[in-house]
């Protein structure tokens, strides 16, 4: 007896070896003569071969059991699916594969309650997060459950995956995820650290990178945890100075992303790269004066050389009338006029809107006081007459000056302008082909 269950050790063995490293003949030998084989389990965890090529990015031969009519969703001692194996582990290709064979997104397993998504979101693999995502809007999921309610789903212990983001200091993840709805200030309820938002996890992990864009997407720096505790007060705790002074509830408050705003939300990829950059840029220069005042280093930010572009070519775009000082990269819709990304971000950020508002107001243009419909990245026009489309990678001249007022969203200067109609002496802000 002992002899025999040697051999089936042995057996068990090379099954799993060959998995492992993806040699798909001894795999098919083996298969030939006993098919069976594929119904064993590895160890204690009983994880099956499914599991063991997920986990190591084995695609070939990962199809190859798909092809065989392997359970796509077959559980491990822990219930945990294939496809969780394969986030965990950041396998994109096997994540993409497992979802075209029919892979649930929607499975809990059975240690800490957790999805595929909280499970892409703790380890940090951005694109098995966005995987998950796309699957998310054309799957069941998204008839049955919603996809804002998928987003932010909840584990045993009440995180949802931008707590986990936070917690892990998984900047790329959290961006992800408030891309696609996650409530920025969902409380937890558990998680070992009751009623803690996103902002408090950042705050405990010292990752600066998730402060400052929690605090950009709207965070509520003054939201207390179960234990009466602001993030500041946690920060401090934790001896993260840098996340402390930004989290302050007496210093400055950042630059907001204009969410509730419809045109807003339904921006292309482009003008929205190009608005979050100034976002950033804005914010950033608050950062660093704050840190200036707390005697801590800055941290690092882009250099003079990657933001100055050629004297020559700025020479010849045509500056914001807001600012004067940027190039208009940014273009309102219907009326066609153009201002840089830096004064079209505080023209959207000008108002305090109630996110209780069903229909929040949107801002005028400030040329023409029409309505803004939409806008889209400006066609910048030279003084050589041949046009050149902006684009995240443009780079314009960087400020000499901020655009904002420190701790205030409003124009600098704004209202000794007066009527932007007598600002004739420089660019209108209209489209040049209009007269």
């Known amino acids: 007896m002992g002899q025999r269950l040697s051999c089936r050790q042995r057996h068990e063995n090379a099954l799993f070896t060959s998995v492992a490293n993806g040699d798909l003949e001894v795999l098919e030998a083996m298969l030939e003569q006993d098919s069976s084989v594929l119904e064993e389990t590895l160890g204690h965890s009983k994880l099956s071969p499914l599991h063991v090529a997920a986990a190591n990015g084995r695609i070939e031969v990962l199809s190859m059991l798909l092809d065989r009519s392997v359970n796509v969703d077959i559980l491990s001692r822990h219930k945990q699916t294939p496809l969780m194996l394969a986030v965990m582990h950041g396998k994109t290709d096997c994540v993409e594969k497992l979802i075209q064979a029919g892979a649930n997104i929607l499975m809990f397993d059975s240690l800490r309650g957790r999805t595929c998504l909280h499970h892409a979101a703790y380890y940090g693999h951005t694109d098995c997060l966005k995987a998950i995502l796309s699957a998310a809007h054309s799957s069941p999921v998204a008839s049955s459950w919603g996809f804002a309610r998928f987003v932010n789903i909840r584990d045993g212990n009440g995180a949802t995956p931008l707590h986990l983001a936070a917690r892990q200091r998984r900047p790329e993840c959290l961006r992800t995820l408030l891309d696609n709805g996650a409530l920025v200030c969902a409380s937890t309820g558990g998680y070992g650290y009751a009623g803690s938002t996103p902002l408090h996890l950042a705050a405990r992990s010292g990752s600066l990178d998730c402060v400052r864009i929690l605090l950009a997407w709207g965070a509520d720096r003054l939201q207390l945890d179960s234990s009466g505790r602001i993030p500041f007060t946690v920060a401090l705790k934790r001896k993260h100075k840098a996340c402390a002074i930004l989290l302050d509830p007496s210093s400055a408050a950042p630059l907001v992303w204009p969410s ?139 400020s000499r000056r901020s655009n904002f007022s420190e701790g205030s969203s409003s124009f600098k200067g704004l209202s000794a302008m007066g009527s932007f109609g007598r600002m004739t002496g420089r660019n209108s802000g209209k489209i040049a082909d209009e007269k």
């Open 260 to 398: 509730p705003l419809k045109f807003i939300s339904e921006l292309n990829q482009e003008a929205k790269a190009l608005l979050e950059k100034a976002l950033m840029e804005t914010n950033r220069e608050r950062e660093k004066t704050l840190l200036k005042e707390g005697d801590m280093p800055p941290s690092p930010l882009h250099s003079e050389s990657e933001d100055d572009i050629d004297s020559e070519a700025s020479s010849n775009m045509e500056l914001c009338c807001i600012c004067f000082d940027q190039v208009c990269t940014i273009e309102v819709r219907p009326c066609g006029h153009q201002m840089c990304a830096h004064c079209t971000l505080a023209l959207c950020c000008h108002k305090k809107l109630d996110p209780g508002a069903a229909c929040p107001t949107g801002p005028a243009c400030p040329f023409c006081r029409g309505a803004i419909l939409q806008l889209i990245v400006a066609k910048i026009k030279t003084s050589s007459d041949t046009e050149v489309e902006s684009s995240p990678t443009t780079k314009p001249r960087r």
